[in-house]
């Protein structure tokens, strides 16, 4: 059974950094493009970055040029770094296999506020 474990979120102000990590357990993790998602209150869940098995990278429009995704395959972990964070990056922040996915783990909460 495949299991996702998010983590790193928190509380941040405008304009500050912070650092996600999801670990997946269960799979043969390096073989699938990955992704990462969230989803503010009241809102879809959308896909904000993606990473291929060979490290390719895509954002959304939202995450480009402050959002980086990164994977270790040896430690079956896939990362989110956001910078120059925004109010309206608040949201729970989820990791999933992409385009198919797992079942969703508990997701990470992070709050861009002052």
């Known amino acids: 059974q495949v299991q996702l474990v998010e983590s790193g979120g928190g509380l941040v102000q405008p304009g500050g950094s912070m650092r996600l990590s999801c670990a997946a357990s269960g799979t043969i993790f390096s073989i699938n493009a990955m992704g990462w998602f969230r989803q503010a209150p009241g809102k879809q869940r959308d896909l904000v970055a993606l990473i291929t098995s060979s490290g390719r990278t895509d954002y959304a429009d939202s995450a480009k040029g402050r959002f980086t995704i990164s994977r270790d395959n040896a430690k079956n972990t896939v990362y989110l770094q956001m910078n120059s964070l925004k109010p309206e990056d608040t949201a729970v922040y989820f990791c999933?296999?992409?385009?198919?996915?797992?079942?969703w783990g508990q997701g990470t909460q992070v709050t861009v506020s002052s």
């Open positions: 999933n296999r992409y385009p198919s996915f797992y079942s």
